[in-house]
């Protein structure tokens, strides 16, 4: 399994970022992808995450209605539309894949199976 995040950036506050994660050697239709965050001096944090099956998805209430998650199983790749960016949301962000065929989605680190390594966000006020 490998995971390529990118797109992060420095980026003024109330600015946008994408951010993209490119997934290779395991088969994407069917994995939960998420989007977890982590800054500095703080622990991993989960943001957002999409399911396989239906594409129906989960935000933590600090990104909602600011964030949207969406993938392409043609391309393999999951991205992370973020607007109006806070200087709280500056942190590394990293993609992550929960086990084959996961019924439902979850919110835990530790219920990610593989992750990538990450790209960082800086919000500038």
């Known amino acids: 399994v490998h995971l390529q995040a990118s797109g992060g950036g420095l980026v003024r506050a109330g600015g946008s970022l994408r951010l993209s994660c490119a997934a290779s050697?395991?088969?994407?239709?069917?994995?939960?992808m998420g989007w977890f965050r982590q800054a500095p001096g703080k622990e991993r944090e989960f943001v957002v995450a999409?399911?396989?099956?239906?594409?129906?998805?989960h935000y933590a209430e600090a990104v909602k209605g600011r964030c949207t998650i969406s993938r392409d199983n043609a391309k393999e790749m999951v991205y992370l539309q973020v607007n109006s960016l806070k200087s709280e949301d500056t942190a590394v962000y990293y993609c992550?894949?929960?086990?084959?065929?996961?019924?439902?989605?979850?919110?835990?680190?530790?219920?990610?199976?593989?992750w990538g390594q990450g790209t960082q966000v800086t919000v500038s006020s």
């Open positions: 992550a894949a929960d086990s084959a065929f996961r019924s439902g989605i979850r919110s835990s680190v530790g219920a990610y199976n593989s």
């Open positions: 050697g395991f088969v994407f239709s069917g994995y939960v």
């Open positions: 999409i399911h396989w099956r239906d594409g129906s998805t």
